[in-house]
């Protein structure tokens, strides 16, 4: 859910964006100047807040805007008046009067309740999602029992056709994440299923692993041939097959994210490219001139811009010198496609940084594999860069470490501990990449804390220990202007929270909280209770597991806790090496 805060008080700011973050809403703000950006959000803004001290400006005004933005979404916008904090609880505030009965008033006590009514409503307009499915077809049963193995534990319900005709039948019903079959039917064979999978779905990409006994090269080729994703041999493990899986999805993730805009004004040329990316699961826009790509790159912000070059209005270098000027789109990937194939044409697209050209008439399909190809480049570039976000904050962690002599090397073994409990409980790649960020940052929000506070020796008074759990808070602000670590705030946010309800900040309870913050909060419990403190010593390990053991169900998740139990039962000796191996 976003709500969009028309606001411009500083304080104000600040106490909104921890009840949000704190709700696990997503927030924007905007100032009473700029409020006809609300039209243009997307996603579009779920409910508003105005600041109270409108009320002597134009409040009608703005409600109006608040209102056409509604009727243009099909619905009303709720509006919430935040009052001033100090008010008295029966008196009704000028700018609430004047806005009208439909504005509900909030304040600093009331906020949060009506927020989660928001928040359900927008939840209820959301489709409901169920476990994701996935389709294997084949004759016998004998391996339909390691696939459900492999693949039900990690979220996924494995629906099952003996042959290709019923799985043609499923696929039309059905939305299914992947299909797994068999190369070896009976009637039509997997390899022609593959082929009507591609050809005819009309829906989303739909990734096909081919399953077979044949190392034979030339069998692998033909599957490819007949367009599959992948080839497993039918020996695999239940480990091999969940990690194919996954590296698929990410891959269909990662497609649906990828915006082409493709640039002509040959209507037979979009179509035709249309089409062709279309098939393989990207998202396509298209524009008959540079000038109509300009306006829409600047909207959608695509990855690859694939263009002609002799356009009316704006031609395709025109078009491609002035991405490279915008400061958010000049790192966009451009291809040309053009019937100019002169050396002095190559040149001067590479000097404005084009990444291919191809002269027509070119294969459709070497167009779609050299666009993927640039794609991946790209996507292993951010995820670089993401790593170096990490390393980055690492940094960070490593000076507010210096701070404390007691909580060096605390970072790198909550991290540790919680990625083998993570691989032990079997999440997938993806949540094992964001709990290796997560349980890396998770204590980043004490480099807001202050010395006399965080370095205090012996407990803290009330006060005191209230100020350090803002770190929770903190740690999540610090980082949410970084959108790839969106996924790994909740993270952050809530690795404080008990299973029974009594932790914080937002006091979640059970499954409420993220799977990935339950996991660190063991890790996180472990090491505080092992490592020695000014005030006391480390509790030896067999103590702390019993702690782990006595807690589980109240303080710790009893699913994570059993399995971190279980990895480390009669591994107590290297565990203990594992602790003596950290810097002093
Ligand atoms: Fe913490």
């Not at 098939?279 to 811009?305: F, M, R, S, W, Y």
Request: hydrophobic share 40%.
């Amino acid at each position: 859910m976003l709500i969009v805060n028309i606001i411009d008080i500083l304080f104000y700011r600040a106490f909104l964006s921890k009840i949000y973050l704190t709700a696990g809403v997503d927030y924007r703000f905007l100032s009473p100047d700029a409020v006809q950006e609300l039209a243009g959000l997307d996603p579009p803004a779920d409910a508003v807040l105005v600041q109270d001290s409108y009320a002597g400006c134009d409040c009608r005004d703005l409600l109006g805007t608040i209102r056409e933005v509604g009727r243009k979404a099909g619905r009303e916008l709720p509006t919430l008046c935040l009052r001033p904090f100090e008010e008295g609880a029966h008196q009704e505030h000028h700018a609430c009067q004047i806005l009208g009965p439909e504005v509900i008033p909030v304040n600093r006590l009331t906020l949060a309740g009506v927020l989660a009514e928001l928040k359900a409503a927008a939840q209820a307009r959301q489709p409901v999602a169920g476990p994701r499915k996935i389709l294997f077809v084949d004759a016998g049963r004998t391996l339909l029992h390691v696939v459900r193995a492999a693949l039900t534990s990690s979220g996924f319900r494995v629906v099952s056709a003996r042959n290709a005709e019923d799985a043609l039948a499923l696929c039309r019903r059905h939305a299914f994440e992947l299909v797994l079959t068999s190369v070896l039917l009976p009637g039509m064979s997997g390899l022609e299923l593959c082929r009507k999978l591609k050809e005819d779905n009309a829906g989303p990409y739909l990734p096909v692993v081919m399953l077979s006994s044949s190392d034979n090269a030339l069998d692998m080729d033909t599957a490819f041939n007949y367009g599959a994703d992948d080839y497993l041999l039918k020996s695999f493990t239940a480990e091999m097959l969940s990690k194919k899986v996954s590296e698929h999805l990410d891959i269909a993730e990662r497609k649906r994210h990828n915006k082409i805009l493709v640039v002509d004004d040959s209507k037979l040329t979009r179509e035709m490219l249309r089409h062709n990316f279309v098939k393989n699961g990207h998202c396509v826009l298209t524009a008959e001139n540079g000038a109509k790509a300009l306006e829409i790159a600047l909207a959608e912000q695509p990855d690859v811009v694939v263009t002609d070059i002799e356009m009316p209005e704006m031609d395709g270098y025109e078009l491609c010198e002035r991405l490279r000027k915008h400061p958010e789109l000049r790192n966009t990937l451009v291809v040309i496609m053009s019937a100019r194939g002169h050396a002095s044409d190559i040149k001067r697209g590479e000097r404005l940084g084009v990444s291919r050209y191809f002269v027509k008439p070119f294969d459709v399909e070497k167009m779609h594999l050299v666009v993927e190809q640039l794609l991946g480049e790209s996507y292993r570039h951010i995820k670089k860069e993401h790593e170096h976000v990490l390393s980055s904050m690492s940094a960070l962690i490593t000076a507010l470490e210096a701070r404390d002599e007691y909580t060096k090397g605390h970072t790198a073994r909550v991290s540790r501990m919680a990625m083998r409990l993570g691989r032990a409980m079997g999440l997938g790649e993806r949540e094992l990449r964001n709990l290796e960020i997560g349980s890396n940052l998770h204590d980043i929000g004490k480099i807001g804390v202050r010395d006399a506070v965080l370095l205090k020796p012996g407990r803290l008074s009330p006060e005191e220990y209230a100020v350090i759990q803002e770190h929770a808070v903190i740690g999540a602000e610090i980082l949410r202007p970084i959108a790839s670590l969106a996924p790994v705030l909740p993270l952050i946010l809530l690795h404080h929270e008990r299973w029974d309800g009594r932790g914080y900040p937002t006091a979640i309870s059970g499954e409420d909280i993220p799977q990935g913050a339950r996991i660190i909060a063991i890790a996180d419990a472990f090491d505080a209770m092992t490592t020695d403190r000014p005030y006391r010593k480390g509790m030896p390990l067999t103590h702390a597991l019993g702690v782990i053991r006595d807690e589980a169900g109240r303080q710790f998740c009893p699913i994570c806790a059993e399995a971190f139990l279980a990895m480390l039962d009669g591994e107590a000796a290297a565990v203990s090496e594992d602790l003596a191996d950290e810097p002093a």
